[in-house]
């Protein structure tokens, strides 16, 4: 019994190629900077947009990475904000940066104010005193007064 054959794999290649090459365009990077982020040549850069050479799966992420897109989006799936397990650049950076402060009253006094203005209204706690909203902001900041 011989195999079904669900797609041209030649063809998705190429299209994983040319999506790899609009997104690179776009934000205005050269095969050159790719290249380099990569730690290839730009000859390589060259072979995965034409389809010449298949792309690895881990090589597909670090692509991804570089071009700030999850490795879906070189298939047509598209990134929505509410998907499960989908990432923004912005919310990488924020957690990378959150990651950095090493006061543990600075990190739960941003804690707390992310609660607050998420509207998720939990009460939490800061160096053993229960806190509000009002006491991690500036007096008038709440009636935008600063």
Not at 96 to 123: C, K, P, T, Y
Not at 128 to 141: K, N, R, W
Request: proline share 3%; hydrophobic share 40%; charged share 25%.
């Amino acid at each position: 019994m011989r195999p079904v054959k669900i797609c041209d794999a030649t063809q998705v290649d190429r299209q994983v190629g040319e999506r790899m090459r609009r997104r690179r365009i776009l934000l205005g990077l050269t095969q050159d900077q790719v290249a380099d982020a990569l730690g290839i040549s730009y000859q390589q850069i060259q072979k995965y947009e034409t389809g010449a050479n298949r792309i690895s799966a881990g090589r597909l992420a670090q692509i991804a990475e570089v071009l700030e897109v999850l490795p879906g989006w070189f298939f047509g799936i598209p990134e929505t904000a509410d998907a499960p397990g989908s990432s923004s650049r912005a919310v990488i950076e924020l957690v990378r940066n959150f990651s950095r402060i090493e006061d543990d009253r600075v990190r739960a006094h941003l804690m707390a104010l992310i609660r607050s203005l998420s509207g998720s209204g939990d009460v939490y706690e800061v160096s053993g005193e229960t806190a509000g909203t009002a006491a991690l902001l500036p007096d008038g900041a709440m009636n935008g007064q600063v």
